[in-house]
């Protein structure tokens, strides 16, 4: 079975604060993305990466930063958080062979006060 | 740009009923479309996914069509139960290695 795991399921920082999200994965994928998703506005793409080191800004890059120094994780960063990064963050890792199905972790859901 | 819509938002139907999910899309040349499940708080599951050159997929009570030309898929759910209670996603994929857009879902809600 393929496994993403998030480091916190639920997080509550101040405005101003440099927030880490990290995304493991253990199936070997290549591809790995962090999305947010609000009510009305269902999951939007933040950042997505296709190998080690390597980063594609998705639709709503700004405020965001992504490192993936191994292959099987992929930090999500936010600088300086802001009350409007409230949201719930998924990422996702998918297959580079085959089928190219999508695998998504349980979230983390981000208070910012 | 490739959409993606579902419609409707949320749907309520008796238990053993079987029911159908839309999703629709504006561009057909698509790779792949992928159902997914969504529990409250929680992650994506995947359900099924079609390849474009398939017509449909089925694992247990669910069989998800495609119909490219038409940008049209369904989901079917047989013999619904309440613990089939769930946000439904559909999702496609543009190219191989692309990003995946998804649509809103559809909130479904099984009465007992």
């Known amino acids: 079975d393929v496994k993403v795991t998030q480091s916190s399921r639920y997080l509550v920082k101040r405005t101003g604060e440099k927030v880490f999200l990290e995304c493991v994965q253990d199936?070997?994928?290549?591809?790995m993305f962090w999305y947010r998703q609000d009510p009305g506005l269902g999951l939007r793409l933040i950042y997505f990466?296709?190998?080690?080191?390597?980063?594609e800004k998705g639709d709503i890059p700004e405020g965001y930063s992504v490192s993936r120094e191994k292959k099987e994780r992929f930090s999500l960063i936010l600088e300086s958080a802001s009350t409007n990064q409230t949201s719930m963050y998924l990422c996702?890792?998918?297959?580079?062979?085959?089928?190219?199905?999508?695998?998504f972790g349980p979230g983390t859901r981000l208070t910012v006060t | 740009k490739q959409e993606v819509t579902q419609i409707p938002a949320a749907l309520s139907v008796p238990e053993g009923e079987n029911l159908v999910l839309n999703c629709s899309f504006t561009?057909?040349?698509?790779?792949?479309l992928q159902w997914f499940r969504q529990d409250p708080g929680k992650g994506l599951t995947s359900l099924l996914l079609?390849?474009?050159?398939?017509r449909e997929q089925t694992s247990g009570r669910l069989n998800a069509s495609l119909d490219k030309s038409s940008g049209r898929s369904t989901l079917y759910i047989a013999a619904s139960q309440p613990g089939d209670s769930a946000t439904y996603l559909c999702?496609?994929?543009?190219?191989?290695?692309?990003?995946?857009?998804f649509g809103k879902g559809t909130r479904l809600h099984i009465l007992p």
């Open positions: 996702a890792s998918k297959v580079t062979s085959g089928t190219y199905e999508q695998y």
């Open positions: 199936m070997d994928h290549e591809n």
């Open positions: 990466s296709y190998d080690v080191k390597m980063k």
């Open positions: 561009d057909s040349a698509i790779y792949n």
């Open positions: 079609i390849q474009s050159s398939q």
């Open positions: 999702a496609v994929e543009m190219n191989r290695d692309d990003k995946i857009i």
